[in-house]
């Protein structure tokens, strides 16, 4: 009751906030609703954080990784069709965005006559990041899956920077 209260008064304008010189109120209150929507998130309030992140996005359209936690959502809840297509508007913002290659690749692995093109985004995300446990371990299993001889170097790759993951040791 409580998370959907709170998003109803920040969605409707009524909490005030003070903005910094420069600043704008619009981008103020989209940085509290993301500060909203990831608590959300956190909290297991998905479709709270789903409506919250819509709203910040709509108010603040650069905010990239907004794009990708929708995106992420979007993808948890089978809607992976409208992942994609958030994902894709955070490389519109910023094409240097590991997670939104990592959340492409997740899309496209779900994919089976896309497995391939999910290797290649998750690549660009290590490119970006190369400590992305997730999108190696996501790579190494959909290398796996399609019987790729580099799935040992990457579940390697993956047990060398983070030996405590549950997935590395399949």
């Given at each position: 009751?409580?998370p959907?209260?709170l ?5 409707s304008g ?5 903005a ?7 981008r103020?209150?989209?940085d ?19 409506a ?28 992976a069709d ?5 994902f ?12 939104a290659?990592?959340?492409l690749?997740?899309?496209?692995r ?8 999910a ?5 660009s ?13 996501e ?23 983070d ?8």
């Amino acid at each position: 009751m409580i998370p959907a209260l709170l998003i109803w008064v920040l969605l409707s304008g009524l909490c005030p906030y003070v903005a910094d010189a420069g600043v704008s109120l619009s981008r103020a209150h989209a940085d509290s609703l993301y500060r909203v929507a990831l608590r959300l998130r956190d909290e297991g309030e998905r479709d709270g954080a789903i409506a919250a992140l819509r709203q910040v996005v709509a108010e603040d359209p650069r905010r990239t990784l907004a794009y990708c936690h929708l995106g992420h959502l979007l993808f948890d809840q089978q809607v992976a069709d409208a992942a994609e297509t958030f994902f894709k508007r955070a490389l519109d913002v910023d094409d240097r965005c590991a997670e939104a290659y990592y959340g492409l690749g997740r899309v496209y692995r779900r994919r089976p006559k896309e497995r391939l093109k999910a290797i290649q985004h998750f690549r660009s995300a290590l490119a970006r990041d190369s400590r992305h446990v997730e999108a190696m371990y996501e790579m190494a299993m959909t290398q796996l899956e399609l019987d790729d001889y580099d799935a040992k170097s990457s579940f390697e790759d993956l047990i060398r920077i983070d030996p405590e993951h549950s997935g590395a040791y399949v």
